[in-house]
């Protein structure tokens, strides 16, 4: 029998970190969360239909998250391809590193990523979750999840050469 | 409907009461134990001081497996052996040895109902480093210390059906 | 030591050829305490992950979305039972308790070897390595480490130890 607690509350803090990762704001990220996992324990009548509960979940997260940043028109987020243009406080990647401790840059460079981009290295990168699971949330083809993953590791790639060539 | 009530609650405590008699107690290896012990005592802060490999008895099934299908020579002993282990886990420590060595001899201690040292000669007057769980004639689990100087302390700590060939096939390693 | 196969693995994290468990074995590698110099920079992107688990929510986010899930009970009708069978099941509690505590007491008394069996939690166990391959080094290792312990404690033959008296393969 489904149960609440041990079928749909355990998914809670990895639609919290997409969703955060989305929104960038712990208090959306957290209404978010809420809102998903009372939407999907609606839907528990369908769930002998749905292949995967978690997959079905993170898709529902998503899409509440992009309809929240959509309405907020949030600066820090850009539903386009581009690469967020928000100045840093430093402007090179020598002074970041100089400025910050090394992990918060990385987390900063991940959080510059365009949304879809971002959204495949989290549930890559930090799930854990298989390219065939991926596009099982996006709503795409396995092929687009891993066009996209290389988009957004090579962009990490080239900040870290970046790194290499101011000689660190 | 109060009789009918009535005898579904004496059914349930009746068929608790049963189940608690003949169930098997779930346990924890030593290990584990020692870890929770040491979070209560010292807070998850510390884990940079130590650590813990787990081995579960479905990797170590993947491990033979892998064995048996690479069929190499040198592997015939550890293809004897594996069998006869359950599981593993390896608690090391680099900082502070002697807190935890002293938080792994007291846990020993504190369970000598469940633990007593393997020892091989009772005139051998030293701090037992090997220390062996038995259920029934059974060698259930396994606990060794290890401690080099004051670089880092270990504890290997083996489930598994414990027989005299199998300590045997130890000792030749 | 020959960094050669993280390397590889690294070229291929990039172009997206990794598998999960190959992406797991770099995490593991930049989570180590010594890596080397001219890979050090990338420790931050493969600890994303363990820096990720703080983020989680807690006690009160559950309290708060289950206060909109559960429906409210239709409490009139279940107290007037419950409210009548109220002394059977007190009855029937302190039976149960009192069992309970002399079976607690039994178990506490008797040591391991009389109890019915001890079987393991192994459900709860949780593989640090993915590998086998992996496992099997430290497993090998550690067994290494265990047959020397047996040999410093002055056992170099079962049968010569002290053990139970018995003439077969238990020990």
Redesign the interface.
């Given at each position: 029998m489904i149960n609440f607690r041990d079928d749909v509350l355990p998914l809670k803090n990895r639609l919290y970190r997409l969703a955060l990762r989305i929104t960038l704001d712990t208090l959306d990220a957290e209404d978010i969360v809420q809102e998903t996992l009372v939407r999907v324990w609606n839907m528990r009548e369908d769930f002998e239909k749905i292949d995967s509960i978690e997959a079905f979940s993170l898709t529902i997260c998503r899409n509440l998250a992009l309809d929240h940043i959509s309405r907020k028109e949030s600066q820090n987020e850009q539903l386009d391809e581009s690469y967020d243009a928000t100045p840093d406080i430093a402007s090179t990647p020598l002074q970041a590193l100089l400025l910050e401790d090394k992990r918060s840059w990385v987390m900063k460079l991940f959080n510059k990523l365009p949304e879809k981009q971002k959204s495949v290295m989290q549930l890559r990168d930090i799930e854990g979750k298989s390219y065939r699971e991926i596009a099982q949330v996006l709503g795409f083809t396995e092929e687009q999840v891993k066009v996209t993953l290389f988009r957004a590791r090579q962009y990490i790639r080239q900040e870290f050469e970046k790194i290499d060539n101011y000689g660190l | 409907m109060t009789r009918c009530s009535m005898k579904q609650m004496f059914c349930f405590l009746v068929g608790m009461l049963l189940s608690l008699t003949l169930s098997a107690e779930k346990t924890q290896d030593f290990v584990a134990q020692l870890m929770s012990d040491l979070e209560e005592q010292y807070g998850v802060d510390n884990n940079d001081e130590y650590g813990c490999v787990t081995v579960s008895p479905s990797m170590m099934e993947k491990m033979l497996k892998m064995l048996q299908s690479k069929d190499a020579k040198n592997d015939e002993q550890i293809q004897r052996i594996l069998p006869h282990v359950k599981s593993m886990r390896i608690f090391s420590a680099t900082k502070h040895i002697d807190r935890y060595n002293t938080a792994a001899t007291k846990l020993l201690n504190k369970n000598a109902k469940s633990y007593r040292p393997f020892k091989a000669s009772a005139e051998k007057n030293m701090d037992p480093c090997v220390w062996v769980r038995r259920s029934g004639n059974k060698v259930i689990e396994m606990i060794v210390l290890n401690r080099k100087e004051n670089e880092n302390f270990q504890v290997i700590n083996i489930t598994g059906d414990m027989s005299k060939s199998f300590v045997n096939e130890l000792l030749k390693m | 030591m020959d960094y050669k196969y993280i390397e590889q693995l690294l070229e291929r994290?990039?172009?997206?050829q990794t598998s999960?468990q190959e992406?797991?074995i770099l995490r593991d590698f930049f989570s180590q305490k010594e890596v080397p110099t001219h890979l050090q920079?990338?420790?931050?992107?493969f600890?994303?992950?363990k820096?990720?688990e703080e983020?989680?929510?807690g006690a009160d986010?559950?309290r708060?979305?289950?206060s909109?899930?559960e429906e409210p009970v239709v409490k009139a009708r279940r107290n007037t039972?419950h409210f009548?069978?109220a002394p059977?099941?007190r009855a029937?509690a302190i039976?149960?308790v009192v069992?309970?505590l002399g079976?607690a007491a039994q178990h506490s008394f008797q040591?391991?070897?009389q109890?019915?069996?001890?079987?393991?939690?192994?459900a709860?166990?949780?593989?640090?390595?993915s590998d086998?391959?992996v496992?099997?080094d430290?497993?090998?290792s550690?067994?290494?480490?265990?047959?020397?312990?047996?040999?410093?404690?002055?056992?170099?033959?079962?049968?010569?130890?002290?053990?139970?008296g018995?003439n077969d393969?238990?020990?």
């Open positions: - | - | 994290y990039w172009q997206c999960v992406e797991r920079r990338y420790c931050a992107l600890a994303l992950e820096d990720e983020l989680h929510l986010f559950d708060k979305v289950l909109r899930i039972i009548r069978l059977f099941y029937a039976v149960a069992l309970c079976l040591n391991d070897t109890k019915p069996g001890v079987s393991y939690n192994y709860g166990y949780q593989d640090t390595y086998p391959q496992a099997l430290q497993v090998s550690a067994l290494k480490t265990v047959s020397h312990g047996l040999r410093e404690s002055g056992l170099h033959n079962v049968d010569s130890a002290l053990v139970d018995s393969d238990k020990m």
